[in-house]
């Protein structure tokens, strides 16, 4: 019961969010008004607010906050998703190369002046890629043992971070600007587009993983004892590790590199709810959504009408929590 209390709780925060956050800005427009705005397409409600006023809310502000919680969900789950398979704390979504080809991909597309529609599509290509090429190079035989992932997926985001870097340094000066932009990530370049494209899949990405639950559960205690209770270990990991890829790739070519949402969502999640991933996936999912959408609410306020890139945030708020976990993870090994 209190872990449902929790989640409901979690609920009510992001749609509160969503109200708040909607209001802040240059022009400040009140609750009142902001649910007028989003329930006149729907019911007959008198026109009392400026014009201005609809256009900051439904194509500015709306459809940023909504792609910040879709970012937010995914890499929260992804990231708890690949906690588990991995069985390691330090793992994140970005673990098999999804951020360095998805940051290779979007680098290419820039140097070579082609339409910034092309971005999107061919980062979202290129985090697949990595993500495949890791896959086929730890796999042996049928298996796919853990470590060697993890040691292929280093060596490959290296490679991708090497060939990224080349690119820095032949682009033109404008060229560079928008590629460190693109690598610091954030939501300033927002619209309807990004957000019914990425919707779908991770939408559908995010309710497959706690669907897998039970998988994540069994995962946790062991490989050979999960096989002992029915569970087909490599399957299992295999479908996993694809749908955390799939919604970690969406993320990553709709915002860029927004490091350490993944990881410590998860743990502070684990702290509050649990090791249950019944509750665990979709606490993380709402948390991370609640979390990104507040800090880039930050981000574009803090300074207006300068923005800071979301990524630089959560890179100064992320940083000290991961060393406060290598320091309990050193604590607890007695080393």
């Known amino acids: 019961m209190k872990k449902k209390l929790i989640l409901l709780f979690l609920t009510a925060g992001l749609i509160l969010t969503l109200l708040l956050t909607l209001t802040l800005g240059p022009v400040h427009i009140t609750v009142k008004t902001v649910i007028k705005i989003l329930l006149s397409n729907i019911f007959d409600i008198p026109r009392t607010w400026p014009d201005n006023f609809e256009q900051i809310i439904l194509n500015v502000r709306l459809p940023r906050i909504l792609l910040g919680m879709l970012v937010g969900s995914a890499l929260s789950i992804s990231g708890c998703a690949m906690q588990s398979i991995f069985r390691n704390p330090m793992a994140s979504p970005y673990v098999l190369g999804v951020s360095s080809g998805g940051a290779f991909g979007s680098s290419v597309v820039i140097v070579l002046g082609a339409p910034q529609v092309l971005i999107m599509p061919v980062a979202f290509f290129f985090s ?187 890179a100064l708020i992320g940083v000290p929590f991961f060393l406060f976990l290598l320091k309990r993870r050193k604590r607890l090994s007695g080393f």
């Open 128 to 314: 697949l890629l990595a993500v495949f090429l890791v896959y086929y190079l730890a796999k042996t035989g049928t298996k796919i043992p853990v470590e060697t992932l993890l040691l292929a997926g280093i060596a490959l985001s290296l490679f991708f971070s090497a060939l990224t870097s080349f690119i820095q340094y032949v682009a033109a000066e404008g060229q560079l600007r928008e590629i460190i932009f693109w690598l610091m990530g954030g939501l300033w370049a927002s619209n309807w587009n990004k957000v019914l494209t990425s919707f779908p899949i991770i939408f559908s990405g995010t309710i497959c993983l706690v669907f897998f639950y039970r998988e994540l559960n069994i995962l946790l205690i062991g490989e050979e004892q999960a096989q002992d209770v029915g569970v087909e270990v490599e399957t299992a990991r295999k479908i996993i590790l694809v749908l955390a890829a799939l919604v970690t790739a969406t993320a990553v070519a709709v915002s860029g590199i927004i490091g350490f949402v993944g990881l410590i969502i998860p743990h502070i999640m684990r702290i509050i709810i649990g090791t249950d991933h019944r509750f665990l996936l979709p606490a993380s999912c709402i948390c991370g959504s609640i979390f990104l959408v507040w800090v880039d609410t930050f981000a574009r306020t803090l300074i207006s009408p300068t923005e800071l890139p979301v990524g630089i945030i959560t």
